[in-house]
């Protein structure tokens, strides 16, 4: 009787035995599940951080691309401005260019002009100095220097003159002239305005023959003295 309770209780020793080394292969596949797990966690955490750092290089190459467009840009605003300073300078050198050619046409030129006394007892000559840019203007600044005078004993003889035009042709030079009634003078003073006109303008040796129109028309007499030639020629 002894001997089968003994039996019985060895085993039942081998039963728990057995089963408790059947139920160690079961724990050892979650504890490799749970080391995978962790494996699988790492790895996404290594991903994330890659992804993180892909941004972030995706980020720098964004900012480089943007910060060679800014520089492109500036490059470009620069070699504009610099493109349309450059563009006002030659503007300005060539107004500047424009404006000496235009002076370097102007000439200065010293000629003998007739005027009288104030008691209008004879003719005196004087010197001025006119500029000019074409032959026409010449002559008219020849006249304009007959109507007036820097001196007080210089008293000009057609200051009250009008002129209306004045045209070189063929050597002959025809003035057209109004004259008002404030411009007209005595027998002598009418006689030294018209010695004065000739003396004044054929010192110019193309100047052949000189026709003195008054509104347009030719007149026996410039004031009612003294007879006018058509036209008036050297003596």
Not at 62 to 88: E, H, K, L, R, W
Request: charged share 25%; aromatic share 4%.
């Amino acid at each position: 009787m002894n001997k089968k309770v003994w039996c019985a209780g060895v085993l039942a020793l081998a039963l728990v035995a057995l089963a408790g080394c059947g139920q160690k292969p079961t724990a050892a596949p979650d504890q490799q599940q749970e080391t995978a797990s962790d494996q699988q966690v790492t790895g996404s955490g290594g991903d994330t951080a890659a992804g993180e750092t892909g941004t972030e290089g995706n980020d720098g190459a964004v900012t480089s691309d943007s910060g060679q467009d800014q520089g492109s840009d500036q490059g470009q605003a620069s070699s504009g401005s610099q493109g349309q300073g450059q563009g006002q300078e030659a503007t300005g050198q060539g107004q500047s260019t424009s404006t000496q050619t235009t002076n370097s046409n102007q000439k200065s030129l010293n000629i003998d002009v007739y005027y009288t006394d104030p008691e209008e007892l004879d003719l005196h000559k004087a010197q001025k100095e006119i500029s000019f840019s074409s032959e026409d203007e010449k002559y008219k600044k020849a006249f304009e220097a007959l109507q007036a005078s820097d001196k007080s004993d210089l008293v000009p003889l057609w200051g009250k003159v009008e002129l209306k035009s004045l045209s070189m042709k063929d050597g002959q030079l025809t003035i057209d002239i109004h004259l008002p009634d404030e411009a007209r003078l005595g027998a002598g003073g009418e006689q030294f305005a018209l010695d004065a006109l000739d003396n004044t303008l054929f010192q110019f040796d193309e100047v052949k023959s000189i026709e003195l129109l008054v509104d347009g028309a030719k007149v026996e007499s410039l004031m009612g003295h003294v007879d006018l030639e058509h036209p008036m020629t050297r003596h």
